[in-house]
């Protein structure tokens, strides 16, 4: 067993304008887990998460998620599954920050993520 405690680890920034910051919870073999803060007005443009189908998890306020021409508002309590090459982009519409748990498997994506530089 691993016990996950959000803001124990190290907490980078997306190498985009307005972008999210992200903590990785946990990198396993099959399994992964980040922990994403969205900043008010604040978003990630379109991306994929490569061989990694994720779900994502709407802890608190409010995000826009966008795939083709489907564009769903999700509010706490709010998950999505995105196949794995599913194009999307994500906002946040509210002057709060939206956070998020997201949730990959294979872990692939994680990688991604430890590659952003810390945030400040």
């Not at 680890?9 to 399994?31: C, D, I, T, Y």
């Not at 990694?52 to 998890?57: F, H, M």
Request: aromatic content about 2%; hydrophobic content about 40%; charged content about 25%.
């Amino acid at each position: 067993m691993r016990v996950l405690r959000a803001g124990s680890g190290v907490l980078r920034a997306a190498p985009v304008e307005g972008g999210p910051k992200a903590e990785v919870l946990a990198a396993g073999e099959n399994l992964s887990m980040a922990r994403v803060v969205l900043p008010p007005g604040g978003g990630m443009p379109e991306h994929d998460h490569g061989e990694s189908e994720a779900l994502v998890v709407v802890r608190s306020g409010r995000v826009v998620l966008r795939s083709g021409e489907r564009e769903e508002e999700l509010e706490a309590g709010a998950a999505a599954l995105l196949g794995v090459g599913e194009r999307v982009a994500l906002t946040n519409p509210s002057s709060e920050e939206a956070h998020l748990l997201a949730v990959f498997s294979p872990p692939g994506f994680v990688r991604n993520l430890e590659g952003w530089p810390e945030a400040r």
